[in-house]
Each structure stands twice: as C-alpha cells, then as structure tokens.
C-alpha cells in the first residue's frame, strides 16, 4: 500500500513515504513510535517521584544530572562500540539491558520499596545503558533509508517523538493518578523490549571499517579531531550546547512550575509538559512537509532565538492559560532549533565518521541540559524558578547571536554538503 502511494505521488511529504516503503525503516519505526512514549512516561514518572521524594527543585536537576551524564561521558565510546563491533548488535544489547534496569525500577517504585539512593543509583545505569544504545539506533537510520532520504527520516523521527511528547505525559499522568510513578516508568521499559524485537528484526549488512589499528581509544580521538578540524560541525556543536545548557532545563523544571508557581498538581505537570508537548508537534509536522536541508541554517539560528525569548516571556507570566501558549510557541522554536542543527549534522559527516559524530552530538544534546538543570535548578532555590529560567534564556541569546555571522557565511555550503557516502 505505502508502495503504491509512493509511486502515484513520489514527492509526498519531501521522502518520507519513501522511507516507509522500506521494510527495516518500518521495522524501526514501528519501534521508534511506541518506544518514544515509554520514554516520556519514564521522564515525567522520576521527576515526579523525585519532587515526592524531596520537594526541591535542585534534587530535579541533581536526578536530571544522574541520568544524562553517564549519557555524556559514555557516547563517545559507545560510538566507536557501535562502529566496531555492529550499530545493530549494539542497539540490542543496551537495550536488552536497559529493559532490565528500568523494570527493576518501575516495580520497586510500584511496591514502594524505593527510596531516594536507590533512585540516584538505578537512574545512574539506566543513563549509561542508554548512552551505548540511542547512538547504535541512531546511526542505523542512514542505512535504512539511504542518504536520500536522511532529512525525511530525521524529521518523521522528530514528528513522532513530538507526539510522544503530546500523548506520553497524559499516559504517563494517568498512570501515576492511579497507580503511582512505577507505573509510568515501567510503560518505558515495555516499549524499550518492543523497540528491541523491532531492531532485531531489521536485516541490513554490516558496514565496512576502516580499522587504523588505534583500537577504541584510537578511534574516538579520530572522531573527536574529525569534528574539531570541521569548522560547520564545530558551530552547530556551540549552537546544540548552548541552547541544551540554558534553553532545555525547562522541560526538568517543570514539576516545580506545577507546583509552585501556578500551584497545581500532576494534572497540572502533565498540561504543561503537553502542551509542550502540542507546540513541538506542530512545528515537526511543518518540518515533515518541507524535508529538505536548504533554509536550515535560517530555521536553526532563528527559532533558536525565539525560543530563549519565549521562555522569558514564559517566566513572566502568573497566568496559566497564557503560560501554555507561550510554552507551546517555546517548545515548538526549541524542537526547530534541534531538528535543524541534527538534520545538518546528519548530511554534514563523512560516512565513515557518521556513528562517532553522532555519538558526540548526542553526548552534547543529552550532557548539556543535564549540566543546565541542575545549574538552573541550584539557582532557582535561590532566586526562584522564574528568575533561573530568564537568567539561563538571556545568556543563550548572547552566545547564539555571536554564533550567527560564522553559521550565516556558511549556510550554502551547509546546507548543499557534497556527496560524502562513497
């Protein structure tokens, strides 16, 4: 059927039927689908525990940095795993095992036998498992759909996880409402199990590599001076970092909105998180319709922009209606300014350096707001939630607009990259 679809209409949404027409990135997706709303559910499940457990904002940006750091410091490794020993083989195996740890996680919470340690310490190797797992998955897309067909992917990835982000944290508050955060957290580890049968399902050949006999080690430096001699690569780094530190936060922040600020309870959490969620979505949907990289550069630096200028404005208001529009209009420039610099990413790298140059992006765009929230976090005990999140959105409107010249002299190059997949 997609087939047939496929050729009555070849240009339907910029490739993206041309991707689904493949049977291994169907495969995927089916699993990229379900996968992403156990991932919201297991978001929104630990901060709320974590603000049960403690009722600060900092101990949210402490459990934030607990998950995502061991994802920072693992990529880059993992990269090179994934590059050595198979995308696919690596994929199965982290996730194999983050089925495991999430579970045990889910079912202690459910039973009430968790306490605040053992929180810290599961939510620690459930972010190493997974720093080893999401960079293999990633790196599989090229090889499903073909280069052609990379930024179409990329933004029906981004579409569905947008919807995961709409639909997950009403799951996810339902699920808490009735039973109590386990519930949330182990709908992630189900959906984990799926995308795993998913992925071994896939038949696709092991790329070749080129082994220069430095071992792992040997490989992540090469990595690493591939991205740091590629001038492109290094600004939509800074831009990814940025707006990862000072601009992501929020979405950790929000418990303590819920409750604090607009002083409502997990019904409140899960309107904010979705309509976060809604604004995301229907910017991904605009993305999934133009699937191509001309105008990216333009997209990434200006919704960068308005991005930190609505959270500002978000920051301001007391009024919750008005706060769920403007965190929509957030949510949305955020996920432009991320499929953007990704998509770029993507079409940029060499081949042969595609697995470790996204391993590094995804260190960045995981460690980053991991760093920011508990940054944001410790501040807003401080000063309050408001005034952290505006402090944190105006530094990143100073350092992306020095980013702008370098990124704008570049833009054709950047977005026209030469073919590189031979």
């Known amino acids: 059927m997609i087939r047939r679809i496929v050729d009555a209409h070849p240009g339907l949404f910029g490739g993206v039927a041309r991707a689904l027409s493949q049977r291994n990135y169907r495969l995927y997706a089916l699993g990229h689908v379900a ?4 991932w919201w559910g297991n978001r929104l499940g630990i901060g709320w525990l974590t603000w049960e457990l403690t009722g600060q904002a900092t101990w949210l940006g402490i459990i934030t940095v607990a998950g995502m750091i061991p994802v920072m410091l693992a990529a880059p490794l993992a990269g090179a795993v994934a590059d050595r020993y198979g995308h696919r083989k690596t994929a199965i195996t982290a996730g194999l ?13 459910l039973i009430g036998g968790i306490d605040l340690e053992i929180l810290v310490a599961l939510t620690i190797l459930q972010g190493l498992v997974f720093g080893f797992e999401f960079p293999a998955r990633q790196a599989l897309i090229p090889q499903l759909v ?4 990379i930024s179409a992917a990329v933004a029906f990835n981004s579409t569905t996880f947008q919807l995961g982000t709409f639909l997950g944290p009403v799951l996810a508050a339902a699920l808490i409402s009735v039973f109590n955060s386990g519930a949330a957290i182990l709908s992630y580890g189900a959906t984990t199990a799926w995308m795993v049968v998913m992925i071994g399902l896939i038949r696709i050949n092991r790329l070749p590599r080129d082994d220069t006999g430095g071992g792992l080690f040997g490989d ?3 990595g690493f001076r591939y991205v740091l001699g590629t001038r492109a690569l290094g600004l939509l780094f800074l831009v990814t970092a940025t707006t990862g530190l000072f601009l992501r936060p929020y979405t950790d922040l929000m418990p303590g909105f819920a409750a604090e600020v607009f002083a409502r309870g997990a019904e409140g959490l899960g309107a904010l998180n979705s309509a976060s969620g809604l604004g995301a979505l229907i910017v991904a949907v605009w993305l999934l319709t133009r699937s191509r990289t001309q105008g990216l550069v333009a997209i990434l630096v200006a919704s960068a922009l308005l991005t930190a200028v609505a959270l500002i404005a978000f920051a301001a208001t007391p009024l919750f209606a008005l706060a769920l529009a403007i965190l929509a209009l957030a949510a949305g420039a955020l996920l432009a300014s991320q499929v953007a610099a990704y998509s770029l990413v993507q079409t940029l790298s060499r081949a042969d350096m595609r ?3 996204i391993a590094i992006n995804i260190s960045l765009g995981m460690g980053a707001p991991a760093l920011g929230t508990l940054t944001v976090g410790w501040l ?7 005034g952290a999140v505006t402090a944190a959105a105006a530094l990143a409107l100073v350092i992306i607009s020095f980013a702008i010249p370098p990124l704008w002299r570049r833009r054709r190059a950047m977005e026209a990259p030469p073919d590189n997949e031979g």
Do not use: E, F, K, M
Request: net charge positive.
């Open 97 to 109: 095992i983050g089925t495991l740890i999430t579970s045990a996680l889910g079912v202690l919470t």
């Open 220 to 222: 992540i430096r090469a």
């Open 35 to 38: 996968h992403v709303h156990g």
């Open 380 to 386: 807003a005990d401080r000063i309050g939630l408001g």
């Open 146 to 149: 073909g280069r052609q067909n």
């Open 355 to 357: 697995g470790r140059v």
